[in-house]
């Protein structure tokens, strides 16, 4: 689905990827240094724990994406995501290096029953991409739909993040056009 922007007049691309023949090990791996962890509602709040909460996905993402994503806030994060029924902490992907968190993604339905999973915020700061933790995110997510019984995963991205399309299309996604 290619829908038109006209903020920033740019197209929408919706990407789709099967999960039937996901290959049950993972082919990226972390590089050294680095390791992954899930959002833990229980110390969200507590800006002393070392586990990765809602401040840092807004560090990514506000990193990653720049002024496209200046709006989120706290607020917006928990509105969009904490509070919806369908929200689940293990699917929301943490990469830390030096117990900094650097990347992240989310696994999302858009409804609490939705057969399709959505690979979704993928986001790696700046100072760490190129060393496949992109990669290693994407598995992630897929890996998470197929243990759950998922058939398909979609994703949306702009028509000039040529980088990222890359990315998906590297990963088996394709663009669907209405």
């Excluded at 990827?17 to 290959?23: G, I, M, N, Q, V």
């Excluded at 902490?89 to 117990?99: E, I, K, T």
């Excluded at 197929?146 to 990963?171: C, D, M, P, V, W």
Aim: with cysteine; aromatic share 14%.
């Amino acid at each position: 689905m290619a829908l038109q922007n006209e903020s920033t007049s740019c197209v929408k691309l919706r990407f789709e990827r099967s999960l039937e023949a996901f290959p049950p090990d993972m082919r990226y791996k972390l590089p050294r240094g680095y390791r992954m962890t899930c959002f833990d509602l229980s110390t969200d709040a507590d800006s002393f724990s070392n586990t990765p909460g809602t401040n840092d996905w807004l560090e990514v993402i506000h990193d990653a994406f720049g002024d496209f994503c200046a709006h989120f806030t706290r607020e917006t994060f928990s509105e969009k995501f904490l509070e919806k029924e369908q929200f689940d902490p293990s699917g929301l992907f943490f990469v830390l290096h030096n117990d900094i968190c650097v990347g992240t993604v989310m696994a999302w339905r858009d409804t609490l029953n939705d057969s399709i999973g959505r690979l979704h915020y993928l986001a790696v700061r700046r100072s760490h991409r190129g060393c496949g933790l992109g990669h290693f995110l994407i598995e992630s997510v897929a890996a998470y739909f197929a243990a759950n019984g998922t058939s398909l995963l979609y994703l949306t991205t702009e028509s000039f993040r040529e980088n990222a399309i890359g990315l998906y299309q590297k990963h088996g996604f394709s663009v669907i056009n209405d």
